[in-house]
């Protein structure tokens, strides 16, 4: 079964301003760029349209009241903070960027699809439950999280954010479940937005001490380091978790070449992550993974990135082959050390072999 790639051109007209990073051509150019590359010419990699989400599914992550803030916000072209607004094509766009994730879903459980990449905007990963930031409206990610656990009993989702900024709304919404569990790769919020959070102190609450796991990166970091803690982490966190999906903010701003952010990952990091990703999901959740674009603002980086991602969650097509610039070798050692820190950190929940 071929991979599914979710776009609708009513994401284009969520319109955050003139200038601004977070802007339509992010999705024209990798349309643009797939198209040039012809991967919609076999049938490995099928364009898909996402349908708008219901207010009841929005209603799984966010109260009525937001939902509808979102809405009025959308009619009167207002702001939700200083780089967050909404135009008249806001509440479409969010709708269809939501909704894609659960029509994915059920395209996969229907066995029409083996796994998908929603190419949406906006973003979600900031967002929490109550709150627009960060160019993010609705949870995209988490409003699928809840979709699973809430239809199919006894389901764990496992999300995995690798969005060069740490997903403190993800984190949020879900910090006091056990049932999804959040595993984010990031730079270190000591040198970069939201900055509060993604720390390795924060493993979750409650019920959900444990289900939650950060490995902030320092900037700097390139392929080689950010693939050595995701190939420790995902396949044993995966193993003992037992997923039923694994979903993932797929950002690409960690790209050298993006300017917003100082991770150094080459376009060949996001290929070798995609195909890891799809290994430990045959192994544990019969290859269930749907993707979200979260950011990723140079557009060469991001459509060949996006690419790359595609040819390792359908297993065809010839990658785009780069290598990221050199990395500061107190980096690796650096790393290395704060791996030792969460395995002794992470004990009391899981096994980890370093
Ligand atoms: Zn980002």
Known sequence: MPTGLFYHPDCLKHDMGFGHPERPERLTAVMEYLNERKVFDNSNITLETPSAIT?????RVHPKEYIDLVHTASDRESRFDSDTRASKGSWNAALLAAGSGIKAWQDIKARNLDNAFALVRPPGHHANAEMA??????????????????????????????????????????YTESRILYLGFHQDGRTLYPGYSGYIEEVGEGPGKGYNINLPLPPGTTD???????????????????????????????????????????????????????????????????????????????????????????????????????????????????????????????????
């Open 55 to 59: 207010i009841p599914e929005l209603e």
């Open 133 to 174: 930031r960060g160019f993010c409206l609705f949870n995209n990610i988490s409003l699928l999280a809840r979709h699973i656990t809430a239809t199919i009993s006894d389901s764990k989702v496992l999300i995995l954010d690798i969005d060069a900024h740490h997903g403190n709304g993800t984190q949020e919404i879900h």
């Open 224 to 354: 080689s380091s950010f693939l050595q803690g995701l190939n420790v982490l995902l396949p044993q966190i995966a193993e003992q978790f037992k997923p039923t999906a694994i979903l993932v903010s797929a950002g690409y701003d960690a790209h050298f070449r993006d300017y917003l952010t100082g991770l150094q990952f080459s376009a060949t990091a996001f290929l070798k992550a995609s195909k890891l990703i799809v290994e430990v999901a045959q192994k544990h959740c019969k290859g269930q993974v749907v993707m979200f674009l979260e950011g990723g603002y140079d557009l060469q980086a991001l459509a060949e990135s996006v690419y790359n991602t595609l040819v390792g969650l359908s297993g065809k097509g010839k990658p785009v082959d780069e290598n990221p610039p050199d990395e500061d070798p107190r980096i690796g050692k650096y790393l290395g050390k704060l791996l030792s820190e969460m395995k002794k950190d992470l004990k009391p929940w899981w096994k980890i072999s370093l």
